[in-house]
């Protein structure tokens, strides 16, 4: 079927605008970007429509009518979008109020391992390895180590069996 | 909004009118099955009635113009369209399945009534009770933190 | 009593949403909504179960709705994969709703509206079970759109801080894949002029191969972005482990798995051929390795949960991209193991917030020895998750393993291994939580100079010594039944397994699924 | 069989209730569990019946619950309960009375023996592995008892990783055993060996990478010591009879299919000495006589998988000999130290003496079991080695393999250090010391000392019951062919080579005991000139590096911004399906028809629209962004009506309405301008994004709609939504019939969304934070 190159055109800027708006900080900003971005989609489901016609209302025109489908399906999806926006600008509202702008704000916990990823660390529950394995006769312990060596066994319920010599 | 803002010829003029295109609402609700209008049309052009009442007047006469709980709206605007889809299936019907009932009317000729129009009210409902509550939080509620704030900042 | 029968399939949606439309106009009565909320999901997991044994019998269960003639109206079906996932899903919601109230005491009653939580879950339920029974793609999107503004608002519960901030990701990137569905629906029925599932694949042979690529691909992308798949993923731990815990517990099990139907419904029923088999099993390794690093990387319970989450969906995906039948079954058992085990260790995770006032693992420590109840809730989920035989997820990960052996090329050879891998890394991860949470003395000094988010917050998340020493028993005992619930998966694997093979064959077959939405239904 | 299974478990479920009713005593109760399942047990395996149980459990998987008792299986099902038995029982006076801890240690540790029976009955691969994996998790449970110190919870974590993974490695070779011979059992792979292509030689390699770990072979050795750090029953349990046995027994199985393969033997027996000489050597420097015996069992597990692994007749029944008298004198040794530990409040051989004296019958039962260990008549362990070594001797006639004299070679070595570190143990536990003052010790009651008294009196009594366990074991050396010798365990054979190998090994072990100090100095110095590569180090580097990896690789992608993310998004839409469209659209056939201009009133709505979008996208202040949308939302309603669709476009300028007032209300609060921020250098880059977005959702409506073939059912509704729907508007007839559904849903957002607006503006609680901030925002 023929396609009507206006439509295409309108629903390619209103989706770049769109886009452009909602790659944006300010959530207000992001919202404006959406409701663009939701009158390019209904543009799409005019195109997919295929070419224009009457209105599809029995009766009133002899002419072949449009397909009334897709028009149904952008009426629902305009309402959502409505919906759905009025929530964002409660949200937006929300986050005004909290931190005194609207701005979208990173995320603080991925900060931290970015931080750790800087510092070439490792996650904060890993346990480096330390000296307290077993040891082994060979050495030169002292006394100090010794002790590290009985941290091995099992026999928790006397703490106070450190130096029995 | 101020009350030394409000113009209380405009105010006058938005409550007389307001019942009619309440009424004018209605209308597009029911006519949607013969021309351009439906639930969604009907409950926008109420809910924008309901708009110009609180831009003009504020919170009171929002309240004023809609004296019910938007929750109460909302739900019962949901309720009513899930009925009206439950509903056929007890009577024997498929969900959401409507009937066309033609109730002779004497004189006056016959109601030509097809049961989705119920599901077109509950539709109306929820729209209307949208309105409400974002009129009631995004309009009053800001204004009561605004008030509140310049209750905190005169002290 | 037939007639009602075959109505039995709109019961997951529209009586959840009956009930919400109540729970509003009672707000008032915090006690009618809980009796409406319990009363309704009670139905609602009978009703599913029913519908599955009739699924099992009788096969495909379909309802066209009002009456209208399957293409031009809005056909329901519960087919053998639907309505199992109904009946998990619908569980896990029951299981998660009693939990609420057990916390309800605790939190709902101070920080949030509680008039606002009932019929908004009862929402989010009906929309996940109105996307598990769409038979058509708009309606599919109208599903997804349910379950995102229910989620939207349950995510922001409470509206703190944190809560805002997570919960704008979400929103913001749910809006675009809405978008991105909305775009692709209007795609297809540009090209083929309808959007029933059952028509479609008809339809969409016809079109030049490219085109049907770009279709499938547009429909992969937004299904992948619910579903989070790497590198569609990284919004997934960044959103939900703010929510408070019965939210992040729901969400964690039930949300990304309607991503996951959608993609394997659309896939096996619509694009038959499989195309993108190399596609798709890169992602799914991908998904598998970086979420599983991820969950190495963290240092809180929650968000090392919503990690291994995106981690395990490459799993399922896995299976879906073998596209064969044992690899499809393999999916679907994974996706009914994974949402109850998710969903009780998010709920444990909340169990430990709720006795300790923190998820931090390095403000945890000894609480196998201070609550060896909570320790057990703990310990059994976190094996399953990792994998450990004879729990559900051995199970699952032993049908995904032999499906992908059995496929035999070398990139399900790699998926294969790499799902052991994360098998292994999954366990590293949860032993680790379990040793610093568990095990470790809480004095036990850390030497560390990065901040935890605790500090970020000071005043927040304090540790108060033994606040609470029991837990609430209305907390723990949903926990304990989905805990068991789990256990459970594990003794009738048999049947269960059984069920998930029948599916798979429905799906690999398609002509059930589509003759039940084409056929004429009464 | 299973009812033997399901007695452990219920014992453990039952056991904490039971520890609260009895406290310690309740070990004795739970000592019956596997005490009666030994004497179920015995006369089968005695009588040599082949018992086998089968219930279905997930026969989808080929996972069934599949058991056996066969000639394998039953030595070791007799040693797993009854060293169980003993252990158990030697439990119930281990412990402290009043112990808080036991209700759990004894759940976890008689689960532990049932996991351990399931794995040696198991006939089932998976079922075999499910039991595997069990012992891993309780172990870990067990080894992290006393998880307050850091190096048990590592010694904990080591043991699960490294035992997991080898797991994980045999399951993947198990699956494909499974699928490529058709069977999950065990015992008809073994007898019906699919051939040995790649794939299977691959499997059976994974396979082994599991006992190897299992076993505690080099490279994996490092965790067993460490695994120590569990009460002193568990480690007698462990080491003895069950866990580390199990990589053994799955060898032994394994073996009479797949011993012929090239490399099995130089592999297997390469590792077996390897460990055996390094964990001989380890153990001979040790202070702490527990940690002795725990390099003594590594050194032992070598010999033990060496044996196993070679696959001849006589070698198999030697080398189940040899796992029995192993399992007798280990976890005697392990009681006695128990006792040693709870007598004298140190397991130090610098500060133990004199306890030979204190303790005579510990003392007793160590030497015997000593004697054991180094193969010193008249004990078992002498009757089972020189049964190895005869079957090594043999081993060349046998299969010609070249691997014999090397084997020999080694185990002597090892045996040598074996009988050194024997001689250690003895000495180090009980000898009265010139510079040690005597222990002082506290007298425990004598039934503490039975389980090992016991245990090594079994020792002795096996070695003179040689001809018995000949017949017995000899059963499992049938499915090998026969050998050069028929084998016979005996304390006599007659002087011949492994008679004097024994008596060289002895003599030579005891040399190095006694020169011990110039040994252990010759030692240090090797270890320190020659940097040999350690295991355990490699094994935390390969941790630390996934942690690091994991940090820098989550530093990468989770970056935790919402551009960032969106970012990804376009990024993957413009690679893959708006690549994919670039093909398309190259390759389409025919030409597209485009219309344009066809109307005039639509170019200039059009235009109108695209102007107002790009003034919005560069307007700085928030309410004209807003009113320019709107401009777009009117516009897009006039091209609805031109389009034929009225009322789309009526609640299209409803909707845009509505919101225009709601945006309103809300930036009334709002600063009237942007901030600064989108404003800088990566503006262009959102530019780009944008119009490639733009293009690729461009191109798929112009594609789309231009590739139409099928009559799309839309018009179809006209007919019957005027005689089945009752109206004449369709969309609207669409909306509350046809597709009433979808607009049911659609009020359910409608609802949630306006409650979601409703509860994150009138919140209950942050009414008075919200008074305190104001003053520090508007000063």
Same mark, same amino acid.
């Given at each position: ?165 | ?155 | ?522 | ?21 009895? $406290? ?39 996972? $069934? ?532 201009? $066809? ?142 559904? $979808? ?37």
């Amino acid at each position: 079927m023929s396609v009507d190159l206006a439509l295409i055109i309108a629903i390619g800027v209103l989706v770049a605008c769109g886009t452009t708006l909602v790659l944006e900080r300010s959530l207000t900003r992001i919202l404006v970007g959406f409701v663009l971005l939701g009158n390019g989609v209904n543009l799409f489901f005019i195109v997919a429509s295929g070419p224009p016609g009457a209105a599809p209302i029995v009766g009133a025109s002899d002419e072949r009518m449009a397909d009334p489908l897709p028009q149904a399906m952008a009426l629902t999806a305009i309402v959502i979008t409505l919906g759905v926006t009025a929530f964002g600008l409660a949200l937006a509202y929300r986050t005004w109020q909290l931190e005194g702008h609207d701005d979208v704000q990173d995320d603080v916990e991925d900060a931290l391992v970015i931080r750790r990823a800087e510092r070439d660390d490792t996650s904060a529950s890993f346990d480096e390895v330390d000296e307290s394995l077993p040891e082994e006769e060979g050495a030169d312990l002292p006394a100090v180590d010794d002790e590290v060596t009985r941290e091995n066994d099992e026999d928790h319920e006397s703490p106070d069996d450190g130096d029995p010599r | 909004m101020r009350s030394a803002r409000r113009s209380v010829v405009f105010e006058v003029v938005t409550r007389l009118v307001f019942h009619a295109v309440i009424i004018y609402s209605i209308y597009i609700m029911l006519v949607g099955h013969y021309e351009p209008g439906g639930g969604f049309a009907g409950g926008l052009i109420a809910g924008l009635a309901l708009m110009v009442r609180y831009l003009v007047g504020g919170r009171k006469e929002l309240d004023a113009a809609a004296p019910v709980d938007a929750g109460l709206v909302l739900g019962l605007g949901l309720a009513v369209a899930a009925l009206a889809g439950l509903l056929p299936t007890l009577l024997g019907g498929g969900v959401l399945q409507s009937a066309i009932i033609d109730i002779p009317l004497g004189p006056l000729g016959e109601l030509h009534l097809v049961t989705s129009v119920f599901f077109d009210i509950g539709v109306y409902l929820v729209v209307i009770g949208l309105a409400l509550d974002v009129l009631r939080s995004l309009g009053g509620g800001i204004d009561q933190h605004v008030a509140d704030e310049d209750e905190a900042v005169g002290v | 009593m037939n007639h009602l029968a075959s109505q039995l399939v709109l019961v997951p949606v529209i009586l959840p949403l009956l009930g919400a439309g109540l729970c509003l106009a009672f707000g008032r009565s915090a006690r009618a909504q809980r009796i409406i909320s319990i009363v309704t999901l009670s139905i609602v997991v009978v009703a599913a179960g029913a519908l599955l044994w009739r699924a099992d019998q009788f096969g495909p269960q379909a309802v066209n709705v009002g009456g209208w003639p399957a293409e031009l109206g809005i056909s329901l079906v519960a087919d053998r994969l639907s309505a199992l996932l109904l009946v998990v899903s619908t569980v896990v919601t029951l299981s998660v709703l009693l939990y609420s109230f057990g916390q309800g005491i605790v939190e709902f009653g101070r920080d949030t509206p509680l008039s606002v939580f009932h019929p908004t879950f009862l929402v989010l339920s009906a929309g996940v079970s109105a996307a598990f029974l769409s038979a058509d793609l708009f309606n599919l999107f109208v599903g997804f759109e349910i379950l995102l503004a229910a989620s939207y608002v349950l995510i922001t519960l409470g509206g703190t801080e944190a809560r805002v901030r997570a919960g704008t990701i979400y929103v913001i990137v749910s809006l675009i894949s809405s978008v991105l569905f909305l775009i692709s629906i209007a795609a297809v029925y540009a090209a083929t002029g309808t959007v029933n599932l059952a028509a479609l694949p008809e339809r969409i042979a016809a079109l030049p191969e490219p085109l049907q690529l770009v279709l499938q691909l547009m429909l992969l992308l937004t299904f992948s972005i619910k579903a989070a798949v790497f590198p569609l993923s990284a919004w997934l731990p960044d959103s939900y482990p703010t929510a408070p815990a019965p939210v992040t517990a729901v969400f964690a099990g039930l949300l990304t798995k309607v991503g996951i139907y959608a993609i394997i419904r659309v896939q096996t029923t619509v694009f038959p051929d499989q195309p993108l088999r190399t596609l798709l099993l890169c992602a799914a390794i991908l998904t598998m390795v970086v979420g599983i690093l991820g969950a190495v990387a963290q240092s809180d319970i929650k968000r090392l949960l919503s990690f291994t989450l995106v981690s395990h969906i490459g799993y399922m995906l896995f299976g879906i991209a073998l596209a064969t039948e044992a690899g499809y079954a393999g999916a679907i058992f994974y996706v009914v193991h994974h949402i109850t085990v998710q969903t009780a260790l998010f709920l444990v995770a909340g169990l430990i917030e709720y006795r300790t006032g923190t998820t931090q693992l390095d403000r945890l420590g000894g609480l196998a020895r201070a609550a060896p109840v909570l320790a057990v809730l703990f310990f059994v989920p976190a094996m399953n998750l990792a994998g450990i035989p004879p729990f559900s997820g051995f199970l699952g990960k032993l049908a995904l393993i032999q499906a992908g052996t059995e496929s035999g090329d070398w990139l399900a050879y790699s998926g294969v291994g790499a799902g052991l891998a994360v098998s292994l890394l999954t366990l590293y991860a949860v032993a680790k939580a379990w040793n610093r949470a568990f095990w470790q003395p809480r004095d036990e000094h850390v030497d560390d100079d990065v901040p935890s988010t605790g500090a970020l917050h000071p005043g927040q998340n304090t540790v108060t010594e033994d606040k609470v020493l029991r837990l609430p028993r209305g907390m723990a005992l949903p926990t304990l039944a989905l805990v068991a619930f789990s256990v459970a998966l594990t003794v009738a694997a048999g049947p269960l397994i059984g069920v998930s093979q029948r599916a798979a064959d429905e799906l690999v077959e398609r002509t059930p699924y589509i003759d039940a939405v084409l056929g004429d239904v009464p | 069989m299973i009812t033997l299974l399901t007695a452990h478990l219920v014992a453990a479920a039952g056991a904490p209730a039971l520890v609260r009713l009895l $406290d310690r005593r309740a070990f004795l109760v739970l000592a019956l569990v596997p005490a009666a399942c030994f004497a179920w047990l015995l006369p089968q395996v005695v009588a040599g019946d082949l018992v086998t149980q089968d219930v279905e459990w997930v026969p989808g998987l080929g996972l $069934d619950i599949s058991l056996r008792l066969g000639e394998v299986s039953g030595p070791f099902s007799l040693l797993v309960t009854g060293v169980g038995a003993l252990v158990l029982f030697y439990c119930g006076w281990y412990f402290k009375p009043g112990d808080t801890e036991i209700w759990r240690f004894s759940a976890v540790f008689t689960a532990f023996a049932g996991a351990m029976l399931g794995l040696v009955l198991s006939d089932n691969v998976y079922l075999l592995y499910v039991f595997w994996e069990l012992t891993t998790v309780l172990s870990y449970l067990l080894v992290g008892h006393n998880p307050e110190r850091r190096a048990n919870r590592r010694a904990a974590m080591n043991a699960l990783l490294v035992t997991t993974l080898g797991g994980l490695a045999m399951l993947a070779g198990l699956v494909i055993l499974h699928l490529t011979s058709g069977s999950p059992l065990l015992s008809e792979i073994v007898a019906n060996p699919p051939e040995a292509t790649t794939a299977v030689q691959v499997a059976v390699a994974l396979a082994l990478v599991g006992a190897v770990s299992k076993s505690a072979l080099v490279p994996f050795h490092f965790w067993l010591p460490g695994a120590m750090a569990a009460p002193t029953p568990v480690s007698a349990y462990l080491h003895a009879a069950a866990m580390v046995k199990a990589g053994i027994f799955l060898v032994a199985v394994l073996a009479p299919a797949y011993a012929d393969l090239a490399w099995w033997r130089p592999v297997l027996v390469t590792l077996g000495l390897v460990t055996m000489v390094v964990g001989g050597l380890r153990a001979l420097r040790q202070y702490d006589v527990k940690l002795l015996l725990a390099y003594g069992t590594v050194s032992q597990l070598g010999f033990l998988t060496l044996i196993a692994s070679i696959g001849t007749r006589s070698a198999a029944v030697a080398g189940l000999a040899m796992v029995v008298a192993h399992a007798l004198f280990k976890s005697t040794l392990f009681l006695v130290v128990g006792i040693i530990d709870r007598s004298a409040g140190t397991r130090d051989l610098r500060d133990l003496s004199g306890l030979w004296r204190l303790l005579p019958w510990p003392f007793a039962a160590a030497v015997v079991a000593g004697a054991s260990m180094a193969g010193i008549p008249p004990a078992f362990g002498f009757v089972a080695k020189e049964a190895v070594l005869a079957s090594i001797e043999d081993l060349g006639t046998d299969t010609g393999a070249g691997w014999g004299v090397v084997a020999l070679g080694g185990i002597v070595v090892g045996t040598i250090l074996t009988v050194a570190y024997t001689a250690r143990f003895v000495w180090g536990a009980f000898a009265t010391k010139a510079d040690v003052p005597p222990c002082d010790i506290m007298r425990r009651s004598p039934w503490f000392v039975v389980p090992p008294v016991i245990l090594a009196a079994a020792s002795i009594v096996a070695g003179f019951a040689g001809p018995w366990f000949t017949e017995i074991l000899g059963r499992a050396g049938e499915a090998y062919p026969a050998g050069a010798h028929e084998l016979e365990l005996t304390l006599w054979h007659g002087v011949n080579l492994p008679l004097l190998l024994s008596l060289t090994t002895i003599v030579l072990g005891i040399a190095l005991f006694v020169a011990r100090r110039p040994v252990a100095a010759v030692q240090h110095a090797l270890t320190d000139r020659l940097p040999m590569p350690d295991a355990e180090q490699s094994y935390y580097a390969v941790v630390r590096g996934v942690e690091r990896v994991s940090i820098e690789l989550t530093g990468r992608v989770q970056r935790g911004s919402l551009p960032f993310y969106l970012g990804t998004i376009i990024v993957v839409l413009a690679l893959v399906p708006g690549s994919m469209l670039v093909r398309a659209f190259a390759l389409r056939e025919g030409e597209l028809r485009l219309d344009f201009a $066809d109307r005039p009133a639509q170019v200039v709505v059009v235009a109108l629209v695209v102007v107002a979008a790009i003034a919005a996208v560069r307007s700085r202040r928030r309410l004209r962004a807003v009113l320019l949308v709107g401009v777009t939302g009117y516009g897009t309603a006039m091209l609805f009506v031109l389009h034929g669709a009225p009322d789309l476009a009526l609640t299209q300028v409803l909707v845009e309405t509505f919101l225009l007032v709601t945006f309103v209300l809300v930036l009334r609060r709002l600063p009237p301008f942007f901030s600064e921020r989108p404003f800088t250098a990566d503006r262009w880059v959102r530019v780009t994004a944008g119009v490639v977005v733009g293009g690729v959702v461009a191109g798929l409506a112009l594609l789309t709609a231009a590739s139409r073939t099928a009559e799309p059912i839309g018009p179809r509704f006209a007919e019957p939504a005027v005689s089945y729907g009752g109206g004449y508007n369709i969309v609207n007839i669409t909306l509350v019939d046809i597709r009433a559904w $979808d607009t049911l849903g659609e009020l359910s957002v409608l609802v949630v969304a306006a409650t979601g607006v409703a509860s994150l503006i009138h919140l209950l609680t942050d009414r008075a934070e919200r008074i305190t901030r104001v003053p520090a925002d508007s000063g």
